[in-house]
């Protein structure tokens, strides 16, 4: 399991804030790591428990196509939503009250598939081997360790990127609200 977090103050309104996050495609057009090809609620109303969404984004040269489907939901300060996307991940949005406007953080937490490789069927002398190291298992994990390593650069490409996405919709909020006061 791979989590990441990061959190921004932005200088406007908890309210401004959650509309923005719950405007999903918004939201994704703002994401400086990917490029929206189209993102659709796909359920009617406002946003809930249940209300599923369509992404199809390029993220890195490639096709990214899945759906997401809200898991909970608390007006004004929390979304989360869970893909259907292979690895599976969650994203929790939550917006709060500060001391110069809002708090915004945003919670994603990717499940890290686990390699397993088959082991050949053998009979005679190399079957009877291959039970010996290996009991009567028809698979075994790649190294632990180096699952590991895998999941440190995942957590540390997934921090960069999301500081750069939160820091983007603190941009965009903050130019929005100076507009307003102009």
Known sequence: MVDVEHSVEINTDPETVFALVTDIARKARLDPNATVLDVVQETEGPVAVGTTFHYRLVIEGRIADYRSRCTAFQPGTMIETLSDSDPPFTVRVTVAPSSNGARLTQQESFTVPRIHIPLPTADGWRGRLLRLLFGNRDVIQQ??????????????KLNQRLEKWLEAIKRELESQQSKLKA
Do not use: I, L
């Open 143 to 156: 190294d632990p360790s180096a699952s590991r390593d895998e999941e440190v650069r995942m957590e540390a």
